[in-house]
């Protein structure tokens, strides 16, 4: 059974910074490519950055660009977001999706449920 | 503003059909495949449609997908109160150089 489970979240003033991380298991993360999606308190999905099974391919939204940092350890199973010099509007729920494919497709096959980030003073 | 555009709401009696569309461009819907997803209250999203038309296992035939051209719709049949949540489409979008996932705004569906 695949199992993605996110944790770091947590309430951080504007300004400082949090790392994400995901443990994947179920299936052979090395084969997949994954993602960061994040959800706004009653907003919709908003893609935040992907990485190949390699992490030679890696993208980010414009929003995030600079500021965040998609990052794997394949021998450790895991996913992770570095999150710096974050906002307000950063503040969100955010998931860990595993990708169908090894490289960056946008098919979100398996999601996570979730880590809370509250960025507030 | 999201790169796909959905409607807000949709509602049926149950039992009832209700179908979701998606419209997008050439630079994702009509050049990628869609994916749908469902989220219930509370709950993460759910893989219910990829590859346009391709259910996963375990998801009913009363949920099908379908895309023409550059739009894409998601169909619900036999309505049932436990399908109330929120729909959305997704696709990878090529117009920037990296690429980027982007998703509809999303449609909650109201059972009657």
């Known amino acids: 059974e695949v199992q993605l489970v996110e944790s770091g979240g947590g309430l951080v003033q504007p300004g400082r910074s949090l790392r994400l991380s995901c443990a994947a298991s179920?299936?052979?993360?090395?084969?997949?490519?994954m993602h960061w999606v994040r959800q706004a308190p009653g907003k919709g999905l908003e893609w935040v950055s992907g990485i190949s099974w390699n992490s030679g391919s890696i993208g980010y939204a414009d929003s995030v660009k600079g500021r965040f940092t998609i990052s794997r350890d394949n021998a450790k199973n895991s996913l992770y977001l570095q999150m710096n010099s974050l906002r307000a509007e950063d503040t969100a729920l955010y998931y860990c999706?595993?990708?169908?494919?090894?490289?960056?497709?946008?098919?979100?096959?398996?999601w996570g449920q979730g880590t809370l980030v509250t960025v507030s003073s | 503003q999201s790169v796909l555009t959905q409607p807000p709401s949709v509602s049926a009696a149950p039992g009832q059909k209700v179908t979701i569309s998606c419209s997008g461009s050439?630079?994702?819907?009509?050049?990628?495949?869609v994916s749908w997803y469902q989220q219930l209250p509370g709950t993460a999203p759910k893989l219910l449609i990829y590859d346009n038309n391709k259910r996963p296992s375990g998801i009913p035939d009363r949920f099908s997908g379908s895309k023409s051209g550059t739009s894409a719709t998601l169909g619900i049949t036999g309505l049932q109160t436990g399908d109330e949540a929120d729909y959305y489409c997704g696709t990878w979008d090529s117009s920037l150089s990296a690429g980027r996932w982007v998703f509809g705004g999303g449609t909650k569906l109201t059972v009657l």
């Open positions: 999706a595993k990708d169908d494919s090894d490289i960056l497709t946008g098919h979100g096959d398996y």
């Open positions: 050439s630079s994702n819907i009509g050049n990628n495949y």
């Open positions: 179920g299936f052979t993360f090395d084969d997949y490519a």
